[in-house]
């Protein structure tokens, strides 16, 4: 019989991490960031681990949050790109049950190329609807002001203060949240999964913010976390959870963290021509190719 | 020894059905749309069958009309968007054969995932085809009145008129075509393979008609079945093809169908942008996903 | 030990060839292009060589040059569309180095489908980094002459100092070069390949020149050789390399070579919209597509 709070690994599966305390800081740190991401990612996250239950998904799956985390996801992006109505509280039910069978959609298909969907599902379903929903009546009700890009200044120049909030928004911008102290939540939150999660962690964030930096990207953004968040993930995923631990798989995760800051501006170009939006793609496409590629050569190895 | 009458199952496979008298009476409806859908469809379902034949195809394949039907829906697509010409009977030939070349092509790539190339080869040949035209003097002769979106009124109130149109709309626009009596004999059509068919094509026009309203689309569209045509091949190829019938399946292919309604409009603002055509790909990646996730989950099972 | 020489094998298997001689030509004729084609075109190859074997990537591939191709023509199209400054040299080092990853991660994915990576590497690579230089002030330096569209004469009508310029730069354009002298030293180097690799060469580029004619392309472009180096690149792949030599495979590598010259168009428009580049895409979605269905046919095999 599961117990009934497995549910809140969902929250801690977004950073890969199946830490029932991980789960639960992260859950305080989406309330802090305000009741609306706070109730969607709850409403994500049930819906979503509920219907792989009713549909009779595998149970240690369910159980270790795996059905969880894109819902949370969606959640969340529905309701800063949409507004908070009645209508998105539909859709995030709706989004969450499709999460849930693109979340096992993708496993199945990626299983034999030995990877996992990652926040693909999310991605997908997120990215979808928010493209859709202005040909909808019932849908949109215009763009909340959450979903508004203000003006970005040009300066490169980044200040002790940006640099400061880059290194905790790069954590929270994984949950779409612009928070320094929902990051630090986060960031105490993975300190309980482990040293390693920590370090990797904090390390993809410094990374980011460095690569972000030297490419001569506008210093608001980098301080707002927008070009360090996939490089979080990406250090995580290859630094902690996917790859056997070595030297070379340290330097391999960190090449994949700052090119994932690269990526990220490609992906938000491309995406901003027909309305689409980069949410976690940078990270997906980076770690997908760089776990691809590690059996093929000798200094790196996938984790068992 | 192929019977020469085989390749008229060509037509019913658009609908995934193998039936002849199915595939007899579509091809019939088809003339009734017009005489240009009619010879353009029946080009492409000759030369794309006789392609796989020339080329060595697998015979009991080409004998079910598996290599017939993307060359039917590239014939009626390249007419429809780039008028009756020369170049355009051409063009079909050229496209009818690639159709058959590409349906090889991703049944080769999709089988170990257990998913077939559902019409995909169509979208692909036809899209790319549209896409590139107006780059060549010998092609492109202007945009024909069949491509001309006309001025869509905002209205979401749906008459009894556009409901009962949009009911057999959602039948003939998976044929590209807007007519409700070759929706009506289309139906008739597939009646002929089964209960089973004939159900969850009504279902599903039903249920993608229903959800377009609830979401808000316009109601001239609905009525004009460019909402609903999704809908009815993902119920008819989730509830009466590729899932194991079960009440947990019918309503997975319901969810499936109504999903498509919404996939619809992404699809099309996505396909806007760069001039692409949303053609049947909600319904593909509808499928595609739905097929995909089944195994994972206990209460769904794959047809045999 | 491998023959520190053998990196210059990188610039044949653009083409296709691990023959040395044909390696050394193609590198001299990327010289004679320019100094920056030639200095950035070297670069790329031995940093994503040298990245393969310090990863520890399998040794005979390196020997064969398949980890250098991509790195090649990434310097290229690096120093053509974002000019010749530091900036761009430490992105080719840095799109080298993904160059390597991504030709193992690919090649990973592709295998149990019997595909390679072709130039894919090379497109995802350059395509992704050139659309997000604009958003990086240390990286962007304004267009370069060099990747400005001069304005298209319309006209369709091919001259005969056209249609023989537009034989040899087929062949250059594969190194995105405009040249028709380095077309005649590469085309040079491919015939010390074997008469086979020569024939399918330029008869690829004929047929590319006359596809392009018969649809109506405008004369200029042709003369460029814009349009027919996929078909050079098809039909050397399908005709010479991937799949069993047959007259069936001979007039199906045509009939691919020709496919490309309108899929060109159709990626191009594609790609238009958003900032991305054609670079070798039709040529790697062809080949795919054809090397994918071959199996699926009787009169085809594939090279064993």
């Not at 969902?10 to 991401?37: E, H, K, R, Y």
């Not at 320094?180 to 962690?201: D, E, K, P, S």
């Not at 990374?207 to 990207?217: K, P, S």
């Not at 190719?289 to 190895?301: E, K």
């Amino acid at each position: 019989m599961t117990p009934a709070w497995t549910w809140v690994r969902g929250f801690g599966q977004v950073d890969l991490q199946s830490n029932v305390v991980t789960g639960l800081l992260i859950w305080v740190s989406l309330w802090a960031a305000g009741w609306a991401v706070g109730l969607y990612a709850t409403i994500g996250v049930l819906v979503s681990t509920l219907t792989a239950h009713l549909l009779g998904g595998d149970a240690k799956a369910i159980r270790l949050g795996l059905y969880g985390y894109s819902g949370c996801l969606a959640g969340i992006a529905l309701v800063v790109n949409l507004g908070a109505h009645v209508s998105t509280l539909v859709l995030t039910v709706v989004g969450a049950v499709l999460c849930a069978i693109l979340t096992a959609a993708l496993n199945t298909f990626l299983a034999p190329h030995g990877l996992t969907a990652l926040t693909a599902p999310f991605c997908l379903v997120s990215g979808v609807m928010v493209l859709g929903a202005p040909s909808f009546a019932r849908i949109w009700h215009g763009a909340p002001d959450s979903a508004r890009a203000g003006t970005v200044s040009a300066g490169t120049a980044l200040t002790w203060n940006q640099a400061w909030h880059a290194f905790f928004c790069n954590v929270s911008q994984v949950f779409l949240v612009n928070s320094w102290y929902v990051g630090l939540i986060m960031l105490v939150g993975l300190a309980f999964a482990g040293w390693a999660v920590f370090a990797f962690t904090a390390g993809g964030s410094v990374v980011g913010t460095l690569a972000a930096w030297a490419l001569g990207a506008p210093a608001q953004l980098i301080g707002n976390g927008i070009y360090g968040y996939n490089a979080v993930l990406v250090a995580l995923a290859l630094g902690a959870v996917l790859l056997e631990a070595s030297p070379w798989s340290v330097g391999y995760a960190l090449v994949g963290a700052a090119a994932s800051v690269g990526l990220t501006a490609s992906v938000t170009s491309l995406f901003t021509t027909f309305g689409g939006h980069t949410f976690t793609w940078p990270f997906i496409l980076i770690t997908w190719g760089f776990v691809l590629a590690a059996p093929a050569f000798s200094r790196l190895g996938k984790s068992a």
